[in-house]
């Protein structure tokens, strides 16, 4: 329940807010923009979107939001509001800007989806102009301290768990050996999650520094099981991608049929999933209320199934650690 339906008087009385994505896209957004849109009309309070991210506040890109404006895109992926990452909100000349077209747009409050450089442009903007503003963590990559899941993560991995149940099919006709590749620029949660999900041979990611040399061991191992076909996940951010691992396999193995598939953007696309969608919806509503009820310098999150705030220095500084025990888990099971 709202805390304005359950009758609690807000903190603060403001009566604008504004709403924008910035960083890469992710499913989920714009069921996010809808929840935001809708719980701060139901308050009475005006909202607006910024286009662009960061670039449009600097550019006074600012559209009117109301209840019509954000129909029919709950299942819909991207952002209607667009992003981008802007290299003038680093600097101070930029963020004096942005600060003039909230004053003159009388924008009082900001919600932020995106990830980490988000977080860190609203907390140095807050300490430059006292604008409060509340992030929500929407990115693939699931790299963000102080939520279990960030909206799209679950999506991305439906995207690449199907496309690799399709590498499957063809890899086991073949006799070949798939280096799958997916996203994730200096994290593993999504190679971890596809790889256990997609039943991959091995996963590797980033954080850790010996898994290709455990890769060529098992390699060889499989080959005395005479195993045909291996399906094996690689972070992007893994070295050199899968192009290097397959460079590295082909010296030692030259005999294997190695492919290698990089699933890419396709990832950031495509219709969000149910749970991304009441992820999205859940963290748009509480992050309006959070904000009327003076809430700033801080992002919302779902842990073990309940919202909750962390400081913004947290969720930036504060390392997310990943399953490891997905490791074992793949291990045990493909051997
Ligand atoms: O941050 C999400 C992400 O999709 C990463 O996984 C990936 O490395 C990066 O964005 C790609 O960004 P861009 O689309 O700007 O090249």
Same mark, same amino acid.
């Given at each position: 329940?709202?805390?304005?339906?359950?009758?609690?008087?807000?903190?603060?009385?403001?009566?604008?807010?504004?709403?924008?994505?910035?960083?890469?896209?992710?499913?989920?957004?714009?069921?996010?923009?809808?929840?935001?849109?809708?719980?701060?009309?139901?308050?009475?309070?005006?909202?607006?979107?910024?286009?662009?991210?960061?670039?449009?506040?600097?550019?006074?890109?600012?559209?009117?939001?109301?209840?019509? %404006?954000?129909? /029919?895109?709950?299942?819909? +992926?991207?952002?209607?509001?667009?992003?981008?990452? %802007?290299?003038?909100?680093?600097?101070?000349?930029?963020?004096?800007?942005?600060?003039?077209?909230?004053?003159?747009? /009388?924008?009082?409050?900001?919600?932020?989806?995106?990830?980490?450089?988000?977080?860190?442009?609203?907390?140095?903007?807050?300490?430059?102009?006292?604008?409060?503003?509340?992030?929500?963590?929407?990115?693939?990559? /699931?790299?963000?301290?102080?939520?279990?899941?960030?909206?799209?993560y679950d999506t991305?991995?439906?995207?690449?768990?199907?496309?690799?149940?399709?590498?499957?099919?063809?890899?086991?006709?073949?006799?070949?050996?798939?280096?799958?590749?997916?996203?994730?620029?200096?994290?593993?949660?999504?190679?971890?999650?596809?790889?256990?999900?997609?039943?991959?041979?091995?996963?590797?990611?980033?954080?850790?520094?010996?898994?290709?040399?455990?890769?060529?061991?098992?390699?060889? /191992?499989?080959?005395?099981?005479?195993? %045909?076909?291996?399906?094996i996940v690689v972070?992007? +951010?893994?070295?050199?991608?899968?192009?290097?691992?397959?460079?590295?396999?082909?010296?030692?193995?030259?005999?294997?049929d190695i492919r290698?598939?990089?699933?890419?953007?396709?990832?950031?696309?495509?219709?969000?999933?149910?749970?991304?969608?009441?992820?999205?919806?859940?963290? +748009?509503?509480?992050?309006?209320?959070?904000?009327?009820?003076?809430?700033?310098?801080?992002?919302?999150?779902?842990?073990?199934?309940?919202?909750?705030?962390?400081?913004?220095?947290?969720?930036? %500084?504060?390392?997310?650690?990943?399953?490891?025990?997905?490791?074992?888990?793949?291990?045990?099971?493909?051997?």
């Amino acid at each position: 329940m709202s805390l304005a339906s359950a009758g609690l008087f807000y903190f603060c009385i403001m009566k604008k807010i504004a709403v924008f994505t910035s960083g890469g896209d992710s499913p989920g957004m714009n069921a996010c923009i809808r929840a935001i849109v809708r719980t701060a009309v139901f308050n009475n309070i005006e909202v607006c979107g910024i286009m662009h991210g960061f670039m449009g506040m600097i550019e006074n890109d600012f559209i009117n939001l109301n209840t019509e %404006s954000v129909a /029919n895109i709950i299942q819909r +992926g991207g952002t209607i509001l667009k992003t981008s990452r %802007s290299e003038e909100f680093k600097t101070i000349e930029g963020r004096k800007k942005a600060y003039q077209n909230l004053k003159t747009n /009388n924008v009082q409050g900001l919600i932020c989806i995106g990830g980490e450089g988000t977080y860190t442009g609203a907390e140095i903007f807050y300490n430059e102009f006292s604008i409060p503003s509340i992030g929500i963590p929407g990115t693939i990559d /699931n790299d963000i301290y102080g939520t279990d899941h960030t909206i799209g993560y679950d999506t991305a991995l439906n995207t690449a768990i199907e496309a690799i149940d399709k590498i499957r099919d063809t890899a086991d006709s073949h006799n070949r050996f798939f280096l799958v590749e997916v996203m994730g620029r200096s994290t593993g949660f999504i190679a971890l999650a596809v790889g256990v999900a997609g039943g991959a041979e091995s996963i590797l990611i980033p954080e850790n520094a010996d898994d290709e040399r455990l890769l060529i061991e098992k390699l060889k /191992n499989i080959y005395r099981r005479k195993k %045909s076909f291996s399906i094996i996940v690689v972070a992007e +951010g893994e070295k050199g991608g899968a192009a290097y691992i397959k460079a590295k396999l082909n010296k030692e193995f030259p005999e294997l049929d190695i492919r290698t598939t990089v699933l890419g953007h396709i990832q950031r696309g495509g219709n969000p999933t149910a749970r991304d969608r009441i992820l999205a919806t859940r963290l +748009g509503v509480s992050a309006v209320e959070r904000l009327l009820n003076g809430g700033k310098n801080e992002c919302v999150g779902l842990i073990n199934n309940k919202v909750c705030f962390t400081p913004y220095k947290d969720a930036i %500084s504060i390392k997310k650690p990943l399953p490891e025990y997905i490791y074992s888990l793949t291990d045990m099971l493909s051997r």
